[in-house]
């Protein structure tokens, strides 16, 4: 795999200071990194604490696996892999971390500009992944991370796969299963494609525009899934947007080819009439 990976960091140029938050294997830290070239960087830096345990250290490295090689401004750029003892996973860092924690900190200061622009962003993360063939299967708002009020980056592929895993359309190893951000064939046929990200994108405009909420409340994955079955959905949150809302109905077709495809929800938000991109970013 150390030949897999594009920078195999010696340990020593690492420097581990505040825990960001904690992962499914492990802490989040900030870190300085001194380059080869020697200057130096602000890095995260993901620790896998129970080395011993087989599977742990599967998942982690599945997860730097489909981080090697993807390089866009809307995806969180994995700098590389340290071991010694512990192994370590080099991220690009998102100094202002989770969205998710973010919009509910900053509810009364974020506007549907600001959420627009987020969307658009991870829709241009997704629209990259899925022509790289790759499937994230847990988009949601607390896997997006931001480097910035005018950053947003898709983060956390955990759960993600190539599509030509062969895992990939049998049921899942037991581990949590985000059901509530999953598509019909993928609760009922544990079948994961970009169309079923497309739906969890669905989801995580919901969470954003809901200024954080959970979906469907308190609510059991079950009951979740009985409404979505009987054709029922999230509904509209208060202010945001019927276009906006629109777009989320589009992507709960239960049918994956009634769904837009990343390219059309990148489009649709590019769309003068529904947002002018152009002007904000600049
Ligand atoms: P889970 O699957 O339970 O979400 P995980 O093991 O995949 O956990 P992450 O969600 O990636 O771990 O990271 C945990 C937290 O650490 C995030 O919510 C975020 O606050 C912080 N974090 C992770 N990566 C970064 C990063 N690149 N920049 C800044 N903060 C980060």
Not at 5 to 24: A, Q, T, Y
Request: glycine content about 6%; overall charge negative.
């Amino acid at each position: 795999l150390e030949k897999n990976v594009e920078e195999f960091i010696p340990r020593e140029n690492l420097i581990l200071r505040d825990v960001l938050g904690e992962g499914e294997f492990g802490s989040v830290y900030k870190a300085i990194y001194q380059t080869k070239e020697g200057y130096e960087e602000e890095v995260a830096v993901k620790t896998l604490h129970d080395q011993n345990r087989t599977k742990n250290k599967d998942q982690f490295l599945k997860e730097v696996k489909v981080m090697v090689g993807l390089n866009h401004h809307c995806i969180v750029r994995l700098i590389g892999l340290s071991s010694g003892p512990e192994l370590l996973m080099v991220q690009e860092l998102a100094p202002l971390g989770s969205m998710l924690v973010y919009i509910l900190k900053h509810q009364n200061n974020i506007s549907v500009s600001d959420l627009k622009l987020w969307a658009w962003q991870i829709a241009c993360g997704m629209q990259y992944l899925a022509k790289q063939k790759r499937v994230h299967r847990d988009l949601a708002a607390r896997n997006i991370l931001l480097a910035s009020r005018n950053q947003a980056k898709v983060s956390d592929f955990g759960l993600s796969r190539r599509c030509d895993d062969r895992d990939y359309y049998t049921a899942s190893q037991g581990g949590r299963w985000p059901i509530k951000w999953y598509a019909p064939e993928s609760y009922n046929l544990a079948r994961f494609t970009s169309a079923s990200d497309v739906w969890s994108y669905g989801v995580t405009l919901w969470e954003m525009f809901s200024y954080g909420q959970q979906p469907y409340g308190e609510m059991r994955g079950q009951d979740a899934i009985d409404l979505v079955e009987k054709g029922e959905r999230l509904e509209r949150p208060d202010n945001c947007p019927i276009e906006v809302y629109q777009t989320m109905e589009r992507c709960w077709h239960y049918h994956e080819r009634d769904r837009p495809t990343f390219d059309q929800l990148v489009e649709t938000f590019t769309d003068t009439t529904y947002i002018n991109v152009h002007e904000l970013v600049t």
